[in-house]
């Protein structure tokens, strides 16, 4: 398969690139949808239409790595590691960087927010971990 490097090179140094081998061996050929879920395009850095935060999570993150956006559910972030990283994904500004730190510490901040807040029924844990529970 054929790819500009140059242009790989310069999307990844803003958005990283992670792509399984299940993911490599569904691309038929360059372009297709695969493809395109996977494999960086120039056009991600050559966006200013988009804003970095299309859903205005950070607006809605009241400690970091937990975005309530409705009252009764949260989305908790639990790592910054994907098996790959999609070329749409709209947490990609920090998805696999160091912008989106995940310890101990900002851990347990959002299960003490979680605990003040009992109106919350509903945590979407988005990522993995093998870390133990803290409830
Ligand atoms: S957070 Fe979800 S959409 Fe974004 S790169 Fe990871 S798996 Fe893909």
Known sequence: MNCDTTALREV???FPMRVNPYFLNLIQ????PIWKQAIPDSAEIHDHVCTDDPLAEDFLSPVPNLVHKYPDRVLLLVTNQ???YCRFCTRKRKVGTEKMIITDK???AGYTY??????????LVSGRTRRKSYF
């Open 12 to 14: 990844i140094a803003n």
């Open 29 to 32: 050929s360059p372009g297709d």
């Open 82 to 84: 994907c098996a790959m």
């Open 106 to 108: 900002t851990l347990e």
């Open 114 to 123: 979680l605990r003040q807040h009992p109106a919350i029924r509903e945590v």
